[in-house]
C-alpha cells in the first residue's frame, strides 16, 4: 500500500500513546481515520485534535476484548467512510506483573489475553474479509513489541510473542491467496506511552479480590519512568509510515534490543542435535 489519501485507517487505542500518534500521522496523510479506545475522554480528546486538523475522523468507544465492539467499529467505519484500507491493531495493556507465573489467576489471564492477543485475532477476523472483499490496496499493522523478539520474561511477553507470530501467519495467508493486503508486525522498544498503567481501565469482574501487589504496583512504576523517557510515539509513527509503503513484514523501532535478540536465537539454535547450528552462528560472525 503505497498510496494513503482518500483512504481509510482504523485505529485502536486511539485514545494516547502510539494509537494516537498513528491516528494523527494516518490523518496528515490525507486519510479518513476512525478511531477506538476503551476510555472515552482520552478518545474524544485525540478525535477534537483530530478535527481540529481538518481531517475526516470518527471516534467510538471500544472495547477491543469484544468481538462485537470490534465488529461495531467496523461497521461505522464503512457506513461513514465506505472501504477500509488499513487497521492498526494497536490496544494493549501491561498485564500482569505481580508475581511468578503460576501465582497468575484465571482472572489475569482473562484480562491480559483478552486485551492483548483476542483483541489482534478478532481484529484480523471483522477487518481482512472486508478489505479482501474490496480487492483495494491494504494494510494491517499488529503492534507486537520488542518483548516478541527476545526471551519472553511475563504474561505480556507470552501474548506478544504470539501476535508476531499472527502476523506472520496473516502475511503469509495473503500472500498464498494473492490477496492485496501487506502485514506488518510493529515491534517497538521503549516508546513514551502510558502502557505501564493500562490497570486503570481493567474490569471490576476481571480484577482479583486481592488487588494488585505491592511489588506490581512498584515495578508498574519504575517502567512507566523508564517509558516516558523513550522515544516519542510520533517518530514511531514517521517508521511506521515507511514501513508499510515499502510493505516491510517486520518493524523494529532501534538497535538497542540486538543483543537480547542475538541472544535468544542463539539459545534456540543451541538446542539444536549436531554441529550445524554451531557451525552457521559462526560463520555469520552471531560470536
Sequence with gaps: MEEFAGRTAIVTGAGSGMGKAFALRWGAEGMNVVIGDIQQDALSATVAELEAAGVPVLGLRTDVSRLADIEALADAAEERFGKIHLVNNNAGVEGYLDGPIWEASAKDWDWTLSVNLMSVIYGI???????????????????????????????????????????????????????????????????????????????????????????????????????????????????????????????????????????????????????????????????
Design 125 to 287: 477476523r471483522t477487518f481482512v474479509p472486508r478489505m479482501i472483499a474490496h480487492g483495494e490496496p491494504g494494510h494491517v499493522v499488529n503492534t507486537c513489541s520488542m518483548t516478541s523478539v527476545i526471551a519472553a520474561t511475563n504474561m505480556y511477553g507470552i501474548c506478544k510473542h504470539a501476535i508476531l507470530a499472527m502476523t506472520e501467519v496473516l502475511a503469509a495467508d495473503l500472500q498464498r491467496t494473492g490477496a492485496n493486503i501487506g502485514a506488518t508486525g510493529l515491534c517497538p522498544g521503549i516508546i513514551a506511552t502510558n502502557l505501564f498503567h493500562g490497570s486503570r481501565n481493567r474490569p471490576a469482574a476481571l480484577a482479583n479480590e486481592s488487588g494488585m501487589s505491592t511489588s506490581g504496583a512498584s515495578l508498574r512504576e519504575h517502567m512507566h519512568a523508564t517509558l516516558s523517557k523513550g522515544m516519542p510515539p510520533s517518530e514511531v509513527a514517521d517508521l511506521l509510515v515507511t514501513a508499510v509503503r515499502e510493505n516491510k513484514q517486520y518493524l523494529l523501532t532501534d538497535h538497542e534490543w540486538d543483543t537480547r535478540i542475538i541472544a535468544r536465537h542463539v539459545a534456540i539454535l543451541d538446542g539444536a542435535v549436531g554441529p550445524a547450528a554451531t557451525g552457521i552462528l559462526d560463520a555469520e560472525g552471531v560470536r
